[in-house]
């Protein structure tokens, strides 16, 4: 007979989550780096390379898809 121990992160709540932005974006502020400029303009540029790419296969997957 085994004893299994399962541990389950309880997801915090909406509240929970906005103060967790709220004192991220704080830190942000507060450190004026061109790092984090730099990091922005990355995660623009990566999720418009996303939206790119899922835009072409959708498009593929139309065209390949003939009407009888």
Do not use: N, V, Y
Not at 20 to 36: C, E, G, N, Q, Y
């Amino acid at each position: 007979m085994g004893i299994s121990i399962e541990a389950k992160k309880k997801s915090p709540s909406l509240k929970e989550q906005h103060a967790i932005w709220k004192s991220r974006k704080a830190l942000f502020r507060r450190t004026d780096s061109p790092l984090l400029k730099t990091a922005k303009k990355a995660t623009r540029f990566l999720e418009k390379q996303i939206k790119q790419d899922l835009l072409k296969k959708s498009k593929h997957s139309i065209k390949d898809k003939k009407l009888p």
